[in-house]
């Protein structure tokens, strides 16, 4: 038993010996780590800590050619032996792309990943004007970096959904940077889009409550690509998430005429939590100013003012079941089927938010009605168990009534014996 251990970490140890061997020398790095000029020599340093590439057994000279055997930086860096210098511009995409966008050579080390991220990002933005010559852009090192790449999946890199915003806003909240780019219709290129995604309910859902489905940047915009693969335009994003509520919404009125879609009412970066008080034509409401309640034949109007009471009073009615069958919980009695219930009711009020996005009010008065005809049920039920349990309190008040009747007659008898017999003693 010991010798077989003992033989199994000699045999490991051979092994990681032979390893070691087997790495090619690599002065490009010794060198490197050593020279004052930090440009110089932090490559090597990120390098050697957390490199997806060096785990998998490349080098320097993979990305940037030359003579890795050579100790002499003139050898070293030989253009005969292939050597690059440092790549700029479309020479990085070149660089990845060398290895990311051959099939073959990517199976071997991981058959499951993609090799279209050059040919996607050629699509792109930042491919399109990189093409043109603006070197302004994002290449792949801009998100990636260059040195020190991490696993996607790696919490600590650049592009892992809670960091991927901060690693767009590097530009794109930089407003000297920025500076000259022009919206389609000619106004200057926004800079807040990390501002207003931070106030979003779905930046609130990523970082507050940890849910990695929330959407940020990559999300809506695509990793590589123009956007996402199977969205089309950027304007049906939303839908890929939000699947029922874009369904109904494609039946709408409003489907042919807005061009944002739900961009629109909700906006794209800075949404925020919907509310009924949305749903209007004054204060808060959104369907202003295309909307107004001045003209009475506006049917948009009414329909809001139609839905939002709707809603609103399916929530008040639940509300009130809910605090009545709370008190009647208090008290020991079973509610375990009303609570069921009330549950069922609130599922309704969702349903009616979602078919609301039909913008037909014909369509979310029965759902409506049903949750309103629950809630009625609950309450009937809540008002039952309140009569009980007031009948409860009647019973025992009558009960330790008669107790006390019972006590007192008992100990008036008691006192009249003792009387007797004290008598009958003299
Ligand atoms: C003996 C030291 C030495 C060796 C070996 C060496 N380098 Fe360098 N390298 C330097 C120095 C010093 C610089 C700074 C620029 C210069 O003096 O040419 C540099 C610059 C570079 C640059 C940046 C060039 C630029 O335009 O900014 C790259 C990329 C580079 N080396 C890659 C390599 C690779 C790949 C290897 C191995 C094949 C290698 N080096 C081997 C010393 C070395
Ligand atoms: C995965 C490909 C890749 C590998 C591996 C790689 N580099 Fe680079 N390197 C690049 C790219 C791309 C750039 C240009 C980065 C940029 O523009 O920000 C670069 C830039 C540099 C520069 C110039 C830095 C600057 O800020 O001007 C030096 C020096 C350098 N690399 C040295 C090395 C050394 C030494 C190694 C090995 C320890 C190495 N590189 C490994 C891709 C790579
Ligand atoms: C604008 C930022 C950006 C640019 C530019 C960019 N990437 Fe990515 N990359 C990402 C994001 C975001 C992901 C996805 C992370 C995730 O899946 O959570 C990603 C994922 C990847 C992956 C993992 C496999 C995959 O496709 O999901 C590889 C490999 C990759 N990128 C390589 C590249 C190469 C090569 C380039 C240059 C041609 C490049 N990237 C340009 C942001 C970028
Ligand atoms: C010599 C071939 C080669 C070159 C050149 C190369 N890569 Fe890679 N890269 C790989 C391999 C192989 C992997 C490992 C894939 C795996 O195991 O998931 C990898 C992994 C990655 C990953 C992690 C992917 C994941 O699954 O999470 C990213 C990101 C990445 N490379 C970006 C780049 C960038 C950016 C460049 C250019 C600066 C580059 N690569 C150049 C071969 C290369
Ligand atoms: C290295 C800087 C840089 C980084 C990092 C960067 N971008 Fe860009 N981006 C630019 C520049 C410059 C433009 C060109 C502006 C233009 O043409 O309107 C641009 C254009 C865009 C556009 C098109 C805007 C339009 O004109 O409608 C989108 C969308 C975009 N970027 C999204 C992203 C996302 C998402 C990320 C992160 C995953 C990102 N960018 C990372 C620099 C960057
Ligand atoms: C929920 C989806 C979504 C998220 C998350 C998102 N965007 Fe957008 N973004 C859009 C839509 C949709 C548009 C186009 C709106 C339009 O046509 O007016 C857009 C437009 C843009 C534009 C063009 C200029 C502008 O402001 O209209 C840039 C640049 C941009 N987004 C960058 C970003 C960056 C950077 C992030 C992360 C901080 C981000 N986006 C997060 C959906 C999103
Ligand atoms: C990548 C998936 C994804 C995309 C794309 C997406 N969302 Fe979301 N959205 C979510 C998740 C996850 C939540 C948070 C969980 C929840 O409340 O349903 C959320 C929440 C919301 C909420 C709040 C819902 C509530 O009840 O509080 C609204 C409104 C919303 N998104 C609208 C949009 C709009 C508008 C777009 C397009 C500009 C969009 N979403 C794009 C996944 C997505
Ligand atoms: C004409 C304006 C308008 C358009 C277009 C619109 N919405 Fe809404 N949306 C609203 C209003 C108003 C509410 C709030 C309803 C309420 O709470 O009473 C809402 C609520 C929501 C909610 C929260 C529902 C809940 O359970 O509370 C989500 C999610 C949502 N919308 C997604 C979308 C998506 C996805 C699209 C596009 C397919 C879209 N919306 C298009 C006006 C709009
Ligand atoms: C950006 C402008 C805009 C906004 C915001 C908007 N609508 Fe509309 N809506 C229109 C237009 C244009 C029509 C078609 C013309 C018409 O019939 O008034 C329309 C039609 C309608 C109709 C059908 C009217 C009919 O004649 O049958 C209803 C219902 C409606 N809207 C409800 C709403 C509600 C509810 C909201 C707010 C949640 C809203 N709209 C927000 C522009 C808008």
């Not at 009249?416 to 009958?424: A, C, L, P, Y």
Request: hydrophobic letters at 40%; charged letters at 20%.
């Amino acid at each position: 038993m010991r010798r077989g251990l003992c033989v199994q970490f000699l045999v490991a140890l051979v092994l990681v010996a032979a390893r070691a061997s087997a790495q090619p020398a690599n002065s490009c790095l010794t060198c490197h780590a050593t020279q004052q000029d930090a440009r110089i020599a932090s490559p090597a340093a990120l390098f050697s800590q957390q490199d997806v590439h060096r785990e998998r057994g490349f080098a320097c000279a993979d990305c940037h050619g030359g003579n890795p055997a050579a100790t002499a930086k003139a050898q070293a860096h030989d253009a005969a032996k292939g050597y690059k210098g440092k790549p700029t511009g479309p020479q990085i995409i070149a660089t990845c792309a060398r290895c990311h966008s051959d099939a073959e050579l990517m199976r071997r080390f991981a058959p499951k990943q993609r090799v279209d991220q050059a040919t996607e990002y050629a699509t792109s933005v930042h491919g399109k004007r990189l093409a043109s010559g603006d070197t302004n852009v994002a290449t792949c090192v801009s998100c990636h970096g260059a040195h020190g790449i991490r696993l996607v999946s790696d919490a600590k890199s650049p592009v892992f959904p809670t960091n991927v915003a901060t690693t767009c806003a590097n530009c794109h909240a930089d407003a000297k940077r920025m500076a000259g780019y022009k919206l389609p219709d000619g106004s200057p290129l926004p800079t807040h889009q990390l501002a207003d995604y931070q106030t979003s309910v779905h930046y609130n859902a990523l970082t507050k409550g940890n849910d990695l489905s929330a959407p940020t940047c990559n999300d809506c915009h695509g990793n590589h690509g123009a956007v996402p693969p199977g969205v089309g335009a950027i304007a049906n994003v939303c839908g890929s998430c939000h699947a029922v509520f874009a369904e109904k919404f494609a039946t709408s009125v409003h489907k042919q005429i807005f061009d944002k879609g739900c961009v629109e009412c909700h906006s794209n970066h800075a949404v925020q939590k919907p509310s009924d008080a949305m749903l209007g034509v004054t204060g808060k409401g959104i369907c202003q100013p295309c909307h107004t309640a001045e003209d009475k034949g506006d049917k948009g109007a009414a329909a809001a003012e139609t839905m939002r009471t709707e809603f609103e009073q399916l929530k008040a009615a639940i509300d009130t079941s809910h605090a009545l069958i709370a008190r009647v919980k208090n008290a020991g009695i079973e509610v375990s089927d009303q609570e069921l219930a009330l549950r069922e009711a609130a599922t309704k009020l969702t349903l009616a938010h979602t078919e609301m996005h039909a913008f037909e009010p014909t369509l979310v008065a029965p759902i409506i009605a049903d949750g309103t005809k629950i809630a009625a049920a609950v309450d009937v039920a809540g008002q039952k168990g309140v009569s009980e349990l007031e009948f409860r309190r009647r019973g025992l008040a009558w009960s330790l009534a008669a107790i006390v009747l019972v006590v007192v007659g008992l100990a008036l008898k008691v006192r009249q014996i003792d009387q007797r017999r004290q008598k009958s003693d003299v």
